[in-house]
C-alpha cells in the first residue's frame, strides 16, 4: 500500500471505498449505471484500486516467453510496488526489487501525481518499466541487475508466483494462496498445444484510463461464461470474421482466431495512460498479413479506449449531470462485467484500523 487506508478513500465529495456508492452500478445488465467517472480521472480511486486490487489479487503479468532462458528477470510494477519474476530453471521466483524508491530517502512529489516518471531506477516503484532483463545482459551491466537482485536476492521479500499454461501469475499479499485459480481459468486449448510459440511481440501505449482500455479490447456481442475472475464471450473483428475474447481480471485480454492467440497485459503508466504489452502466441506461421490484422483490432480498440477517456471531464465542476447518475448506464457487456468484478473486490478489501498516531510531538534524539 502506498498510504495509510485507515484515513479512507475520498474524492469529489463520494466516499469511494464505500460499496454503497456503487449500488446503482451493481445492477443487472441494462439497469445497471456505468462507474463514476471519476474513477477514470481520480488520483485517490487509484489509490483505492492498489489497496483493493494490485496489492490483493493475483495478476496476470505476462507469458513465459518473456523470460525463457534461466536467470533472466521479468520487471513489472504492480500498482505502486516494483516487483520482478526470475526464471530458476523450469520453476519461476518472484520477490520485491531491491530499489523500491530508487534509492530516493523520500518519494519526490513528482513521482506520486499517479504517473510513471522516466527514471534511472527502472526497479522504482514509481518509474516505468523496462523490458526483461536477459542474464546475459546483466552480467554485462551489473548495475543493472544490482537494482532489481541487490548482493541477497534471497533475502528480498518474496512474491507469490504461478504458472498456468504460457501465462504467469503474481500475488504480492502474504496471504496469497495459489489455490484461488484452480479450475478458474478456462483457457483455451491452443494456448498448451504443443508446438505453441510466441511469434510477436510489441509495446503500444494509448491515452486511457486502463479499465477503458480493458473494455475496449474485450467488447462482446454475448457472453459466454463468466465468473469474478473470468469473462468469455465473442465478437465480429473488423474484418467480419468471429473472433473469440477473454477477460482474465483485473488486467489480461486473450483474443482468439484460428490458431493464433493475442495476449495483451494491461499496465497503467498513468491516471490516463495505459501500456498494451502484447504477444501474439501460434503454433504455425504468422504472416504479414495476419500481424497488420492484429495491428488493426489492437489500434482500434487503443482509439476506443481514447474517446471514451476524452469523454471524461477533468473535475465534477465540469460534469453537467451528477457523477453518479443512474441516466448514465452501461451499456457494455464487458464492462459491466469488470465493473462488477472491480466493486466486489472494494467490497471486499480488508478494513483496517491504525492507532498510530498522525501528528505527534517531536521528539529530541537524546531523549
Request: net charge negative; proline share 5%; charged share 20%.
Amino acid at each position: 500500500m502506498v498510504r495509510r487506508p485507515d484515513l479512507g478513500y475520498r474524492d469529489e465529495g463520494i466516499t469511494l471505498s464505500d460499496p454503497k456508492t456503487f449500488d446503482s452500478v451493481c445492477l443487472p445488465f441494462g439497469e445497471a449505471a456505468a462507474l463514476p467517472r471519476l474513477a477514470f480521472r481520480s488520483l485517490q480511486f487509484l489509490y483505492l484500486e492498489d489497496e483493493a486490487i494490485w496489492t490483493r489479487e493475483w495478476v496476470p503479468i505476462s507469458t513465459v516467453h518473456e523470460i525463457p532462458e534461466d536467470g533472466d528477470i521479468l520487471p513489472f510494477t504492480l500498482g505502486y510496488h516494483g516487483i520482478h519474476v526470475q526464471r530458476i530453471g523450469y520453476n519461476f521466483t518472484g520477490r520485491f526489487n531491491l530499489a523500491q524508491h530508487g534509492g530516493c530517502r523520500i518519494v519526490p512529489t513528482q513521482c506520486q501525481q499517479g504517473e510513471r516518471t522516466s527514471c534511472s531506477f527502472t526497479s522504482c516503484g514509481y518509474s516505468r518499466d523496462r523490458g526483461p532483463i536477459s542474464k546475459i545482459e546483466g552480467q554485462d551491466d551489473t548495475r543493472t541487475m544490482y537494482q532489481y537482485l541487490g548482493l541477497r536476492p534471497e533475502r528480498l521479500h518474496p512474491v507469490h508466483v504461478e504458472q498456468i499454461g504460457p501465462l504467469l501469475f503474481v500475488n504480492i499479499d502474504p496471504s496469497g494462496d495459489k489455490t484461488e485459480l484452480a479450475g478458474e481459468l478456462d483457457l483455451p486449448d491452443r494456448l498448451n498445444g504443443p508446438g505453441v510459440e510466441r511469434l510477436h511481440r510489441a509495446w503500444l501505449e494509448f491515452d486511457a484510463n486502463w479499465k477503458f482500455s480493458g473494455q475496449a479490447l474485450a467488447r462482446t456481442e454475448a457472453l459466454l461464461t463468466s465468473s469474478d475472475r473470468f469473462m468469455e464471450g465473442h465478437r465480429t473483428a473488423l474484418d467480419g470474421t468471429d473472433m473469440s475474447v477473454r477477460w482474465v481480471f483485473p488486467n489480461m485480454i486473450l483474443l482468439c482466431q484460428g490458431g493464433e492467440t493475442c495476449v495483451i497485459t494491461l499496465q497503467h503508466t498513468a491516471i490516463t495512460k495505459t501500456l498494451f504489452r502484447v504477444e501474439i502466441l501460434s503454433d504455425g506461421p504468422v504472416g504479414a498479413d495476419r500481424l497488420a490484422f492484429w495491428q488493426a483490432e489492437l489500434t482500434d480498440a487503443g482509439a476506443t479506449a481514447e474517446t471514451l477517456q476524452a469523454a471524461v471531464p477533468s473535475s465534477a465542476a465540469l460534469d453537467v449531470t451528477s457523477d453518479i447518475a443512474a441516466s448514465r448506464q452501461q451499456r457494455d457487456l464487458a464492462a459491466w462485467w469488470a465493473q462488477n468484478a472491480l466493486v466486489s473486490r472494494i467490497a471486499n478489501m480488508p478494513n483496517v484500523d491504525s492507532d498510530i498516531p498522525i501528528f505527534r510531538n517531536v521528539e529530541h534524539y537524546l531523549i
